[in-house]
Antibody, heavy 114, light 107 residues
Framework: EVQLVESGGGLVQPGGSLRLSCAASGFSFSSYWMSWVRQGPVKGLEWVANIKQDGSVIQYVDSVKGRFTVSRDNAKNSLYLQMNSLRDEDTAVYYC???????WGKGTTVTVSS | ETVLTQSPATLSLSPGERATLSCRASQSVSSDLLWYQQKPGQTPRLLIYDASNRATGIPARFSGSGSGTDFTLTISSLEPEDFAVYYCQHRSDWPWTFGQGTKVEIK
């Protein structure tokens, strides 16, 4: 059974940082593109980033470029999202997904507020 | 960026009725369009991929059609569990984007 479990969310002040993790199991992690998608109260659903199987291709939505970094560790079956310079508008539930295959984690909540 | 516009924003129907949801793209996305269902407190669930292919386990009452810029999700006969918010999403070019959603509510 495919499982994606996010962690690392929390409350952070504007300008702060957080690192999200996603632990994958039940499939060959190194064979799939992986993604982060967020759902916030203002923007709704937003596809944040994609990373290719070997990490050689990475895509970011413009709103997070230069602030967020996606990475993966295939040996640990894990996906990461390093979020710096956080803004109020980054407040959202962050989901780890196996590309557009329909497998999503349950999400981790990030709240940016002073 | 390709903008997806969904209509109507809200659809009020009774169980057993047919639901027709629209998604229009600001430029062609070919058939690279997906549909999701989301219920309160739950993760979006993939219903349709490549505009017209049902995802694994999705009942036959859900169907998708269209290509280019105009797409439709049809629920042939609404079941009580189908009342939810529906989103379209494209993966034609980066960035992938979602529509703002259509809420199907009980009339």
């Amino acid at each position: 059974e495919v499982q994606l479990v996010e962690s690392g969310g929390g409350l952070v002040q504007p300008g702060g940082s957080l690192r999200l993790s996603c632990a994958a199991s039940g499939f060959s992690f190194s064979s799939y593109w992986m993604s982060w998608v967020r759902q916030g109260p203002v923007k709704g659903l937003e596809w944040v980033a994609n990373i290719k199987q070997d990490g050689s291709v990475i895509q970011y939505v413009d709103s997070v470029k230069g602030r967020f970094t996606v990475s993966r560790d295939n040996a640990k079956n894990s996906l990461y999202l390093q979020m710096n310079s956080l803004r109020d508008e980054d407040t959202a539930v962050y989901y780890c997904t196996r590309g557009t295959s329909g497998y999503w984690g349950k999400g981790t909540t990030v709240t940016v507020s002073s | 960026e390709t903008v997806l516009t969904q209509s109507p924003a809200t659809l009020s129907l009774s169980p057993g009725e047919r639901a027709t949801l629209s998604c229009r793209a600001s430029q062609s996305v070919s058939s690279d369009l997906l549909w999701y269902q989301q219920k309160p407190g739950q993760t979006p669930r993939l219903l349709i991929y490549d505009a017209s292919n049902r995802a694994t386990g999705i009942p036959a009452r859900f169907s998708g059609s269209g290509s280019g810029t105009d797409f439709t999700l049809t629920i042939s006969s609404l079941e009580p569990e189908d009342f939810a918010v529906y989103y379209c999403q494209h993966r034609s070019d980066w960035p992938w984007t979602f529509g703002q959603g259509t809420k199907v509510e009980i009339k």
